[in-house]
């Protein structure tokens, strides 16, 4: 069995925090240029090379690609045969508070609103896996994308057709709220509190292995999105969303929820093994 110290992790998962707040994820600004160059709409074409040299810009400057550096979110999967020495959330929580030190402070208490000025306490998600390892995936929810996402408790009969326009629903329903160009976690299956998290792991777990039928959902979803016609900034083109992410998990057989999380292009994660 492999031991490792939990406050080994705290500079490490602070530094990284530090460096995906003021650099996009690579795959998103990837996605940005070549909307830019598909996009028809000289306003949204316009708006498109807006963002990317925004998001250049923070990157080479080390400045903060938003001013909503968003609520910290960690996936941990920890392996079954992995000692830890320490304590582990303590270690996070601290990760976050340094990583966010110099950005602005968006926790609060939900009653009083009184701020908790470390951008503590994290949202933090555990999974045990097999093998030694730890790994810490991070993620960065802004809350003009978070307001507009979505649970839905569909009947099995509603089939991949209710998937689709709930996730079209949920789209039209934010229009420009949450700065499109946008990217879309789907999480389906599960129960009402499964299919919400699952709509959070398809936008920090993209590289999982798919199935047939779930990428081509992926595919439908994206282009009935895009047919919207909300475009980027809401200005009206044809390109609302850059890419939708699925996961599934079985569900009851009278059941089909859909939790749909909207990210914005502002895309900021990254994932650290130890």
């Not at 080390?62 to 910290?72: E, F, V």
């Not at 045990?128 to 960065?140: E, H, K, P, Q, Y």
Request: proline share 4%; hydrophobic share 40%.
């Amino acid at each position: 069995m492999r031991t490792i110290k939990a406050n080994d992790i705290i500079i490490p998962v602070a530094d990284g925090i530090k460096r995906a707040l003021t650099n996009v994820d690579c795959d998103a600004l990837r996605l940005l240029k070549q909307a830019e160059k598909k996009e028809t709409s000289p306003l949204c074409k316009w708006a498109l090379g807006q963002i990317v040299q925004n998001d250049e810009l923070a990157a080479r400057e080390n400045a903060y690609a938003c001013q909503d550096c968003g609520q910290a979110m960690l996936f941990v999967s920890v392996g079954q045969d992995l000692h830890i020495e320490g304590e582990l959330t303590a270690a996070l929580n601290k990760a976050v508070e340094n990583g966010y030190s110099t950005a602005r402070k968006s926790v609060a208490d939900p009653l009083t609103r009184l701020n908790t000025q470390t951008n503590t306490p994290a949202v933090i998600h555990y999974d045990i896996t097999s093998g030694d390892r730890l790994c810490v995936r991070f993620m960065a929810k802004g809350a003009g994308s978070e307001n507009m996402s979505k649970t839905y408790m569909l009947t099995p009969s509603k089939g991949t057709s209710g998937i689709v326009n709930c996730v079209v629903d949920c789209v039209k329903t934010a229009g420009s709220s949450p700065c499109p160009p946008i990217i879309l976690g789907v999480g389906i299956g599960g129960t009402m509190d499964l299919c919400a998290l699952l709509s959070k792991k398809a936008l920090v777990f993209t590289s999982a292995k798919k199935r047939d039928d779930e990428i081509a959902l992926e595919k439908r979803i994206l282009d009935a999105v895009n047919e919207t016609g909300i475009g980027a900034q809401g200005f009206g083109g044809n390109i609302t969303a850059l890419s939708a992410h699925v996961m599934t998990a079985p569900t009851h057989i009278g059941m089909l929820p859909v939790g749909v999380t909207i990210q914005c292009h502002s895309d900021r994660k990254f994932e650290l093994f130890f």
